[in-house]
DNA sequence: CTACAAGCTCAACTTAACTTGAGGTCAAGC
DNA sequence: GCTTGACCTCAAGTTAAGTTGAGCTTGTAG
């Protein structure tokens, strides 16, 4: 056989690791895109599977699918994303994440001075101090802070 | 008027910057303890800002309400934890913290390599490694403390 | 050419973590 | 002694991210 131009959506689920209703999941909300064959099947390029790993990882690290979709949008709807367009989104990302790194650094050095001293003044532990915590886009937590 | 020695709920709400609500759900689901007035009003011990505040912060970095409740149980229900109670706790979270980093590294820098080079063999991708990658229980980042 | 695995759509269910609302009680100030 | 705001309970609603199931269509291997 000739080199497998298009991937259906089981053999999407398969290599991604993520289920078929996963998939049509992250296509009602704008994540991956298919064409249709004559028979209203879904066809998949190959750069689907770079998207749904993306998807995982950075959900993984506590990132919405709505932001993942947003970062998603810097990328070429018309053509195939090529080095430039995910050097772009991975560079984004890559601040992120050090920004979330930073900020579970100063949480684990907060627990290990605050909670760990016993301290019973509440008000000035540093875990209370919430402009020097967490950004309110917090790491893991659905609907974080947001009012 | 003498140092307040307990807390209303609403005092714990203003105090915490958590709803009363939410109050109400954590005690439900065992994070913290009241007892009632004779009117059936709660009253909160001063150590429930500290859980609270705990609360809070291991959510922002992706802990489960269920894996904080966990920790949680390790804390005495008789007495206010003490310094030595808090200590063992803070020090089980460090490590779950510290893990936690290093997995985002090692995130970080894949994505680095990997995405930013605009190689297209996801197969081999170490961002589809699963085995190297974060546990790959579900969504988001549940489960820092293994039982 | 037919069986049956794989697809399709759409609606309903799931879990976590809360919030909102209805309907009723408590307590503190005037 | 009453009014008003804080509380109470319990049920139902909400959002995210999917999953499950029913009922129907496609496509491919024998």
Known sequence: MAPVRELTVGQV??????????????????????HRTSGNQRRYSRDVLRRVAIIRVAQEVGI???EIAR???????????????WNLL????????DHKISQLKKLRDGLTDCIGCG??????????????????EGTGARRLLVP
């Open 90 to 97: 991975s560079t984004a990302w890559r601040d992120a994440l």
């Open 71 to 85: 970062a998603f949008q810097s990328l070429p709807e018309e053509r195939t994303p090529n080095r430039e367009d």
């Open 119 to 136: 301290c019973m003044s509440i008000d000035k532990c540093p875990l209370r101090n919430k402009e020097d915590r967490l950004a309110r």
């Open 64 to 66: 919405s699918l709505a």
């Open 13 to 34: 689920a398969m290599r991604s690791g993520v289920a078929v209703s996963a998939l049509h999941f992250y296509e009602a909300r704008g994540l991956i895109r298919s």
